[in-house]
């Protein structure tokens, strides 16, 4: 069985992959803390525990997801990907050479009351692109004014391209106009942090629910680390009408066949299925499969072995997997083949 395990593990790293098949429903037996139940609460399972809740620092997929469960920047994106306000108060305002964009902010707080103002983002901009941070995601700022000069550590983090005109007002310069620019301002790492919360807490901020500030639909809470934890409903959320859960919880379980198992005892509403599963399962009236923005590729330790440093070679060794059949053959689950770290889909 390790065996079969390690062999799974090695070629989902191995092959360029979009995400895997989902089996949910409402079947779970416990039915006061199901979604089935009073329409209130969720019960999920998480592949992982959440490595950081600090934008600035995030780089993985689950951080993203409770970020973006938990946070709002200025725009988000609708089922077909296109941008819709978020702390927004609208569309930008662009001035003629498309170089230049101000955005209006709506009325919005954080988690603790205080207001969200433009220099919350003037602040998480400032600091994501500073290398004293060393965020491995500075890089997608730099099509703001000045940004990769900052990262370089030939400009200081002030004559970043953004400032807050007032504290409803965001004005933003780019090197080029850029048409996807107000889809790209949807990512994580372009949330807001509110500066007198983040430097009272230091290191700490972004590792437990109460050393993180919230301006999303959910705040973080019973965050237990490598167990669980859970979203619960932000009552300063500006738009908290539209949200239709009070809770949800994440259990972490690592093992996807420990999570089926779970899934088939009633105790989630949803559950990944193990690619040997898939057969067994794809009739099953719950059964879904569902693209996500997400890719799985193979990075070489080119530390530990010297000849994964020849271009020539690294680039034979990704010519010789046949990605379509690997998705086709072993995962068998809706995944799709990826040429690329931009996902299609």
């Not at 993985?60 to 200025?74: H, I, K, Q, R, Y």
């Not at 994501?128 to 890089?139: G, H, I, N, Q, R």
Request: net charge negative; aromatic share 10%; glycine share 6%.
């Amino acid at each position: 069985m390790k065996n079969k395990h390690a062999r799974w593990s090695f070629l989902v790293f191995l092959s360029i992959i979009l995400l895997l098949s989902a089996c949910s429903g409402g079947n779970g037996k416990d039915k006061s803390d199901s979604s089935a139940g009073d329409g209130k609460k969720l019960r999920l399972i998480s592949i992982s525990d959440i490595p950081s809740m600090d934008s600035s620092l995030a780089t993985d997929a689950v951080s993203f997801d409770a970020l973006n469960n938990t946070m709002e920047g200025l725009y988000k994106l609708d089922k077909n990907d296109k941008a819709i306000p978020g702390i927004a108060k609208g569309d930008p305002k662009k001035s003629k050479d498309g170089l230049t964009w101000t955005i209006e902010l709506r009325d919005a707080k954080w988690s603790n009351g205080d207001k969200v103002t433009a220099d919350d983002f003037v602040y998480a901009w400032r600091k994501l692109v500073d290398p004293k941070t060393a965020s491995e995601y500075a890089f997608i700022m730099f099509d703001i004014e000045n940004a990769e000069d900052i990262n370089k550590g030939d400009k200081k983090p002030e004559e970043l391209g953004v400032k807050a005109i007032d504290d409803k007002t965001l004005e933003i310069k780019l090197n080029r106009e850029l048409p996807y620019y107000q889809e790209l301002l949807s990512f994580g790492s372009f949330l807001p942090q509110n500066e007198k919360f983040v430097k009272e807490k230091g290191d700490k901020y972004g590792t437990t629910a109460e050393d993180t500030l919230y301006n999303g639909p959910f705040t973080l809470s019973d965050w237990k680390t490598e167990d669980n934890y859970t979203l619960t409903k932000n009552k300063e959320y500006w738009d908290k009408g539209n949200v239709k859960l009070d809770s949800v919880n994440f259990k972490v379980v690592k093992e996807p066949q420990t999570a089926l198992n779970m899934y088939n005892a009633g105790d989630v509403d949803e559950a990944l299925i193990p690619a040997e599963n898939v057969k067994k399962y794809k009739n099953d009236k719950a059964y879904n499969t569902e693209l996500e923005s997400r890719v799985y590729f193979m990075r070489m330790n080119q530390k530990d072995v010297p000849e994964f440093k020849n271009q020539d070679l690294r680039m034979a060794i990704a010519q010789s997997i046949d990605r379509e059949q690997y998705v086709k053959s072993n995962l068998n689950n809706g995944s799709k083949a990826a040429n690329s770290l931009v996902p299609t889909e």
